[in-house]
């Protein structure tokens, strides 16, 4: 009987957009188990060191349907209303068609009830980053 050595597992690749600083703590531990996913951060700040420097509404340097999955927290609410368009469709182009995208962004239900009542500086929602009030959101 000859013995073989397992394959590794294939893991799948998540692009996590926006990433900001490395911090594996940010991956909804849900849909990204260790083991299972590779993380490749893109981010267009060089001071976040990411894996990709790039836009994203312009992530060129990832290859179509090159990705299992992409994860954007907070990033699309930072985009000019003509550019959120341009960021779905690079999201698009970089799954695979078994792929799919993640995305969260502020609870503006929230934020407008807060203006409402006059509570432009209270906590709408508390982030990595520290709390966010409905004032940095306007």
Request: proline share 10%; charged share 20%; glycine share 6%.
């Amino acid at each position: 009987m000859t013995l073989t050595a397992e394959a590794p597992p294939t893991l799948r690749s998540l692009l996590h957009v926006g990433c900001g600083m490395a911090d594996p703590g940010k991956l909804p531990a849900a849909f990204f188990a260790p083991g299972e996913w590779r993380e490749v951060r893109l981010d267009i700040d060089p001071g976040v060191t990411p894996d990709i420097l790039a836009s994203i509404t312009d992530m060129a340097a990832v290859g179509p349907a090159s990705c299992d999955a992409v994860w954007s927290a907070h990033n699309l609410e930072h985009l000019f209303a003509h550019e959120v368009p341009l960021a779905l469709r690079e999201f698009r182009r970089v799954l695979r068609p078994s792929g799919f995208a993640l995305i969260t962004v502020p609870d503006l239900q929230r934020a407008a009830e807060l203006v409402a009542q006059d509570r432009l500086e209270d906590a709408a929602y508390v982030s990595p980053a520290g709390p966010i009030a409905p004032l940095d959101m306007l």
